[in-house]
């Protein structure tokens, strides 16, 4: 089988969300990775990891020889399409010259799932860690012949990945883009995400109608944004109403947001082998050229997390971005953010 697959080997379903406005639709390739080796000792049987490429291509699905390449990480219930607002012509990554590999996280209901896994379905499935999210992306890249890395960005859970990719491949990467990361989960951060199992659990893992305002609005937004947005409490509530049957559209699995909170609680860089626990020494690893940003005020991954990570990285540049969008900053929705971003980041790939 070719390393760019277009069949899904191990999965039973894992519909892709409905197309939204600025996401960029592209063909989906999948490579199949057999049983999975996880750091815990259990393995992902039948591991299957999907992605796709913007930009030059040699055969579908593989980037072309001598063009510099780009990883674009998913976040937490995100996929593909996460980093589509730095993708296109004059953009940050510029597919004219550049080719981006945007690769689905375990656990995102593309990549191998709990909910689409034939061979583990559900419980059966076993838990990972957001270090076998980057092996599994550094064995599809190798599957591709990717060596070397023009860049790693990610926000959020992706930012969280971008850094351990600078961690475990300190020699592959050239530079890191780290949007709203932590190199070490935050007992706030573990906090909200234990309100959110619960607010699925409780439901039976059918109803989104807690989950919704605690991820999409409250740790996701700030008090001045939401108070700017909506007119009154009425209008609050009734975007809530409305974007809670609109998630439930997508066809995210509850299940899969269970396994992938897992592995963002048990988030540590420290934990990285060779390091002992010591999340500083893990950062001061890092070689690649990094930047890392975070709004003034984050309710669900704390602004000060990215800055301390920012701080121990040798040679970072951190840059706090001038909002009030909080966790929301980093992606198309705080249009003023994504520009800065976008500046930012070409600027960091010329250098």
Same mark, same amino acid.
């Given at each position: 089988?070719? %390393?760019?697959?277009?069949? #899904?080997?191990?999965?039973? #379903?894992?519909?892709?969300?409905?197309?939204?406005?600025?996401?960029? +639709?592209?063909?989906?390739?999948?490579?199949?990775?057999?049983?999975? &080796?996880?750091? =815990?000792? *259990?393995?992902?049987?039948?591991?299957?990891?999907?992605?796709?490429?913007?930009?030059?291509?040699?055969?579908?699905?593989?980037?072309? +020889?001598?063009?510099?390449?780009?990883?674009?990480?998913?976040?937490?219930? =995100?996929?593909?399409?996460?980093?589509?607002?730095?993708?296109?012509?004059?953009?940050?990554?510029?597919?004219?010259?550049? /080719?981006?590999? /945007?690769? !689905?996280?375990?656990?995102?209901?593309?990549?191998?799932? &709990?909910?689409?896994?034939?061979a583990q379905p559900g419980d059966a499935f076993p838990r990972f860690s957001i270090r076998d999210m980057v092996a599994?992306?550094?064995?599809?890249?190798?599957?591709?012949?990717?060596?070397?890395?023009?860049?790693?960005?990610?926000?959020?859970?992706?930012? @969280?990945?971008?850094?351990?990719?600078?961690?475990?491949?300190? /020699? #592959?990467? *050239?530079?890191?883009? $780290?949007?709203?990361?932590?190199?070490?989960?935050?007992?706030?951060?573990? %906090?909200?995400?234990?309100?959110?199992?619960?607010?699925?659990?409780?439901?039976?893992?059918?109803?989104?109608?807690?989950?919704?305002?605690? @991820?999409?609005?409250?740790?996701?937004?700030?008090?001045?944004?939401? !108070?700017? +947005?909506?007119?009154?409490?009425?209008?609050?509530?009734?975007?809530?109403?409305?974007?809670? $049957?609109?998630? %439930?559209?997508?066809?995210?699995?509850?299940?899969?947001?269970?396994?992938?909170?897992? %592995?963002?609680?048990?988030?540590?860089?420290?934990?990285?082998?060779?390091?002992?626990?010591?999340?500083?020494?893990?950062?001061?690893?890092? #070689?690649?050229?990094?930047?890392?940003?975070?709004?003034?005020? +984050?309710?669900?991954?704390?602004?000060?997390?990215?800055r301390w990570a920012a701080e121990r990285i040798p040679g970072a540049r951190f840059i706090e971005l001038d909002t009030?969008?909080?966790?929301? =900053?980093?992606?198309?929705?705080?249009?003023?953010?994504?520009?800065?971003?976008?500046?930012?980041?070409?600027?960091?790939?010329?250098?």
């Amino acid at each position: 089988m070719s %390393a760019a697959a277009t069949c #899904r080997e191990g999965l039973a #379903r894992g519909r892709h969300p409905p197309l939204q406005p600025g996401w960029i +639709d592209a063909p989906h390739h999948h490579v199949a990775l057999g049983d999975f &080796p996880l750091e =815990s000792g *259990e393995s992902i049987r039948d591991c299957t990891v999907s992605y796709v490429v913007h930009g030059p291509q040699g055969p579908p699905g593989v980037p072309a +020889d001598g063009v510099p390449v780009v990883l674009a990480l998913s976040a937490i219930a =995100s996929h593909h399409h996460r980093l589509d607002f730095l993708i296109g012509d004059g953009r940050a990554f510029d597919p004219s010259h550049i /080719a981006v590999v /945007a690769i !689905d996280a375990l656990g995102n209901g593309l990549s191998s799932s &709990p909910s689409n896994s034939v061979a583990q379905p559900g419980d059966a499935f076993p838990r990972f860690s957001i270090r076998d999210m980057v092996a599994s992306q550094a064995a599809v890249l190798d599957a591709l012949g990717v060596g070397t890395l023009h860049a790693v960005a990610g926000a959020s859970m992706g930012g @969280m990945q971008a850094l351990q990719w600078g961690v475990s491949h300190p /020699a #592959r990467v *050239e530079r890191l883009v $780290a949007m709203t990361p932590m190199a070490r989960t935050t007992p706030w951060a573990a %906090a909200i995400n234990e309100c959110s199992r619960r607010a699925l659990t409780v439901g039976g893992l059918a109803a989104w109608d807690a989950w919704v305002p605690l @991820m999409q609005l409250l740790s996701g937004r700030t008090p001045a944004r939401v !108070d700017a +947005d909506f007119a009154g409490a009425a209008d609050a509530i009734a975007w809530i109403e409305a974007r809670t $049957a609109w998630w %439930a559209a997508q066809g995210f699995e509850a299940i899969d947001w269970l396994y992938q909170s897992w %592995a963002y609680d048990a988030h540590d860089v420290g934990g990285t082998p060779g390091f002992g626990g010591d999340t500083a020494a893990a950062l001061a690893s890092i #070689r690649a050229r990094t930047l890392v940003a975070a709004p003034p005020l +984050d309710l669900y991954n704390p602004a000060h997390a990215a800055r301390w990570a920012a701080e121990r990285i040798p040679g970072a540049r951190f840059i706090e971005l001038d909002t009030d969008w909080g966790h929301q =900053s980093a992606g198309p929705a705080d249009a003023a953010s994504a520009a800065r971003l976008d500046a930012e980041i070409r600027a960091l790939l010329a250098r």
